[in-house]
T-cell receptor
Framework: DQQVKQNSPSLSVQEGRISILNCDYTNSMFDYFLWYKKYPAEGPTFLIS?????DKNEDGRFTVFLNKSAKHLSLHIVPSQPGDSAVYFCAALMNRDDKIIFGKGTRLHILP | DAGVTQSPTHLIKTRGQQVTLRCSPKSGHDTVSWYQQALGQGPQFIFQ???????QRGNFPDRFSGHQFPNYSSELNVNALLLGDSALYLCASSLAETGSGNTIYFGEGSWLTVV
């Protein structure tokens, strides 16, 4: 049973527009939610995280929103750039537990 | 400062064989975790090593075993390989109990193909 779900396998967005990647989770015990970015032939790289006690975290062009009542989070990228084309993994973990639970990923294509 | 390094980057094995993958954690990190990423899937947690002991284990059979050395480097061993073991194997390093996940670093992975 998947605890972290990314229901969109792929997403195409025009360069300069907003990219919104969605994620749902089932375990209310998660303390942190993370987004990782992965290019082919590379390992996942940490992008941004949010504590379960927050509802928004912003870092430059990247903002993550958390809706605990809906068990839903989203990553907003604005403006989208060509280098943002990659696979994005939504992930979660519990406090002091370095085991990360990943979703299946969403492949983002930024169109020129 | 070297990040997480893994070897080999690619390898091909035959069903029934055994494989050993290696990982050197980022400098200063003492915890190593291994993940398996099958095609079209997200990484799945195999196990974690801290102070040379397996601290946590995911839902993987006993064919998957590991080791951590005094210098914190680690090995993942898979015995009696199956076709379904074909995947990207990722090593992640961290400092124990740092909590929020933003200090977990991944290597580039080892691509294993079982034929």
């Amino acid at each position: 049973d998947q605890q972290v779900k990314q229901n969109s396998p792929s997403l195409s967005v025009q360069e300069g527009r907003i990219s919104i990647l969605n994620c749902d989770y089932t375990n209310s015990m998660f303390d942190y939610f993370l987004w990782y970015k992965k290019y082919p032939a590379e390992g996942p790289t940490f992008l941004i995280s949010i504590s379960s006690i927050k509802d928004k975290n912003e870092d430059g062009r990247f903002t993550v929103f958390l809706n605990k009542s809906a068990k839903h989070l989203s990553l907003h990228i604005v403006p989208s750039q060509p280098g943002d084309s990659a696979v994005y993994f939504c992930a979660a973990l519990m406090n002091r537990d370095d085991k990360i639970i990943f979703g299946k990923g969403t492949r983002l294509h930024i169109l020129p | 400062d070297a990040g997480v390094t893994q070897s080999p980057t690619h390898l091909i094995k035959t069903r029934g064989q055994q494989v050993t993958l290696r990982c050197s954690p980022k400098s200063g990190h003492d915890t190593v975790s291994w993940y398996q990423q099958a095609l079209g899937q997200g990484p799945q947690f195999i196990f974690q090593y801290y102070e040379e002991e397996e601290r946590q284990r995911g839902n993987f059979p006993d064919r998957f075993s590991g080791h951590q050395f005094p210098n914190y480097s680690s090995e993942l061993n898979v015995n009696a390989l199956l076709l379904g073991d074909s995947a990207l194997y990722l090593c992640a390093s961290s400092l124990a109990e740092t909590g929020s996940g933003n200090t977990i670093y991944f290597g580039e992975g080892s691509w294993l193909t079982v034929v």
